[in-house]
């Protein structure tokens, strides 16, 4: 015992004896009690968590040729619907591996396939240096320090006041702006609201999920607490809640979620008590059980840069995609055809700033935040446009996004975890109404349709994306393909008080019929016109047209009109302040 001896314990105790120099025989076997409690809590040493990666799977006892003795038959279906096969990285870690270590003392809490890779715990200071002498141990690292636990730095924006007591008079209640900005009621209105979708969501705690009204219909799967494994998941921290409200609260009128007829796999892996890469480690092997479940989309409102011990640090330069381990497992889920939604962080005013792990990784969807009107908010995270590789992704409604909050009635928050959850929730609608496409399809189907697809930034990414767009895109209708020519295109976007258009035929050529009348007008995102311009063409083609906004124009999201007697085009552009 490193910082308590029996004897100062016994100390303790024959003190408590001198305070009462002739106690009760019930005093006396209470003392008792508590003497050997005490000793016996302070006796155990405490325990390190370490990972251990190993050299290969020889010998393992699972089969390439077998998969549904480690994959549900939703994960196999998953996988064949896109010319998936199996290979080594779906085969579990050899069971004989885990049964060594554990006789040698360590207590196992979980395993990754993918990494083929466990983490498990150990009292013993030289189990360490004994594991890594074991010839199919190719490495062991200590990630942790138990039980010390420090108070987390937080990573979330809590909720604010409830929303308001006037809802607006729609289906949607107080989602209806949230929903409306990305065109979710245009899939809602088709039908499309996630049936046969199963979405797992990765958090920190679920607390109120078993008993909020909100949640009485909503098709919980299965649960897995990768911390806690011996408790359930309505437990520890409201984070999970909220942002699983944020796709299926199904009250109409109230909240109505972007995928309330969704199926969903509730997961732990957050410790809301300390930072560590444990946390890494255990999301992997929760976007493992994802996988094996079956599951189609992963919403995971996570992300890692600095722990608790500053020597276990990320560095931004390490947001790479390549670097850190959560978001190389990223990769690899994505590469067993699931779509990973992942939230891109609110270091935005933070010295940090960028994007967090996993949301580099290439094939996620990382989801920055948008106000009300569209435009970026301060805390959300910047990350970077290079050629073929832009981040944060997409945008999504990350201010005041209306949900269920802790209490279990209607209110708003902040953050990038609740913008992830809103595009996840249509992205399995979108995947419902296209269930021959691909999670690629359906991931460059959501990017192509940003307002600001044809010119990404470190800011916006690809802009907030229309999922009706998007659903033309799948279907064919629309072509997105940023070297195709579009019969409309804007910049700067966002603008400040003028943008420049240039406009072109169905054939893709400036538009030079002579006397052309082309009319112009700004829409709201919900639909009301609030500015109209004409011009009559000349003979000749059309130069860039400049365009002034009017004075009274707020900051937000607004739809572009442009039309013609022959054709007629969108586009969504953003004004700034």
Known sequence: MPAYTISTIYSAFTGLLHIFPRPSLTFTLLAGWTFCSLFSVLAQPAEDVYRI??????????????PENYLSPAAIQRRQQQGIAVDSLDLP?????????SRMGFRILSRSRWMNSLVALSANPMAAETA????????????????????????????????????????????????????????HGMGYRGQGMTIAVIDGGFTGTDTYHFFSGTDIRGTRNFLQPEEDVYRYHSHGMQVLSVMA???????????????????????????????????????ELADSAGAHIINTSLGYSTFDDPAMNHLPEEMDGNTTRISRAADIAASRGMVLITSAGNEGNNPWRVITAPSDAGSTLAVGAVDRN??????????????????????????????????????????TSFAAPLIAGLAACLWQAHSESTAMDILEAIRQSGHMAHNPDSLYGYGIPDFEL???????????????????????????????????NESGELISQHGERILIRIFSHTGQMLWTHEIITGGSPLPLLRISVPGNLRAGLYILEISSSRSSSHARIVKKD
């Open 470 to 504: 998007a659903h033309l895109i799948l279907s064919g209708i629309y072509q997105a393909n940023p070297q195709r020519k579009n019969t409309c295109r804007v910049y700067p976007n966002p603008f400040h008080d003028s943008f420049t258009i240039r406009l072109f």
């Open 249 to 287: 609260a199904n009250r109409q009128g109230i909240l109505t979620g972007t995928a309330p007829l969704a199926s969903y796999w509730l997961m732990v892996s957050e410790n809301t008590d300390s930072e560590s890469p444990l946390e890494e480690e255990l999301w992997i092997s929760a976007a």
């Open 132 to 187: 890594s002498t074991i010839s199919f141990v190719r490495e062991v690292e200590k990630i942790s320090s138990g039980p010390e636990k420090k108070k987390k730095k937080e990573k979330w924006l809590l909720p604010t006041a409830p929303a308001e007591s006037t809802l607006p008079v729609s289906e949607y209640g107080y989602t209806e702006i949230q929903t409306l900005m990305l065109r979710g009621n245009f899939l």
């Open 93 to 101: 870690v050899n069971p004989a591996y885990a049964d060594s270590l």
């Open 374 to 415: 569209g435009i970026r908010t301060e805390f959300s995270s910047v990350g970077w446009s290079i050629p073929g590789k832009t981040k944060p992704d997409i945008m999504a409604m990350g201010e005041e996004v209306a949900q269920v909050i802790p209490g279990g009635f209607p209110g708003t928050a902040n953050g």
């Open 53 to 66: 990666s190993f050299t290969g799977k020889t010998g393992t006892p699972f089969t390439l040729s077998s």
